[in-house]
């Protein structure tokens, strides 16, 4: 039973680079979530897809950023002309179909990657 | 909107001894759910316990507990008989009904369990 993958797990560049991030989530799982943690802080959502309609944009994603799920399964994270101030964990979680109550979304994560912008 | 608040940055706790980590929550919502989650050094975000907004019974899960008091809007987690391995960041969390039932976080707590 494999959990969520994500890749790289530490990631160094250069402001001004572009770098992109990929998600495994739990294979059967059809709801996937982006988050940014950084330090001393709890993660924020940044995005949500549904198989692979992105439903959701929070407006800490500037245009800088953009998410895919091209085929419902894996999903990849770009971020732009990098700055110092994405330095921060990317989490990733992915969720089941279905689940009753409604609010009751557990959600589960990968260890994340860590990006470091010089 | 919804807000998550811890307010303790650190506890410690002795080996064996129980231990009461803190969270308050604000939403207008009836219906939500509450979460804590561990997340160890190594980064990856543990679930640990889940308490729906209409359950009447407190959620257990084994050495968790979470008490949850729905008129004070908190919901804290309760850790018994803590071992070293429990030494980590816990974080409180929140979803509300909706189309992402995404999670709101706190702060977080990092617990120190000694021998």
């Known amino acids: 039973d494999t959990g969520v993958s994500q890749n790289p797990r530490h990631k160094i560049t250069k402001r001004g680079q572009n770098v992109t991030f990929r998600c495994d989530p739990i294979s059967e799982h059809n709801r996937l979530y982006w988050y940014r943690q950084t330090l001393g802080q709890g993660p924020e959502f940044l995005t949500y897809f549904q198989n692979e309609a992105q439903l959701e944009k929070s407006r800490l994603l500037s245009d800088r950023f953009s998410a895919e799920r091209p085929k419902g399964s894996f999903s990849t994270l770009e971020i732009q002309r990098t700055e110092q101030g994405d330095s921060a964990m990317y989490l990733c979680a992915s969720s089941p179909r279905g689940f009753i109550p409604p609010a009751k979304n557990i959600q589960y994560f990968g260890a994340g990657t860590r990006l470091s912008v010089l | 909107a919804q807000k998550i608040t811890q307010t303790q940055p650190g506890m410690f706790v002795q080996e064996k001894e129980a231990v009461t980590l803190d969270c308050t929550y604000d939403t207008s919502d009836q219906s939500y759910g509450l979460f804590w989650y561990k997340q160890p050094s190594s980064g990856e975000m543990i679930f640990l316990i889940y308490q729906g907004s209409y359950d009447e019974q407190n959620a257990t899960e084994g050495r968790y507990s979470l008490n949850f008091q729905k008129a004070r809007k908190s919901a804290n987690l309760v850790i018994s008989a803590s071992q070293l391995g429990d030494s980590a960041m816990y974080f409180c969390?929140?979803?509300?009904?909706?189309?992402?039932?995404?999670?709101?976080f706190g702060t977080g707590t990092r617990l120190q369990v000694t021998l």
């Open positions: 969390a929140m979803s509300l009904t909706g189309t992402a039932s995404k999670l709101t």
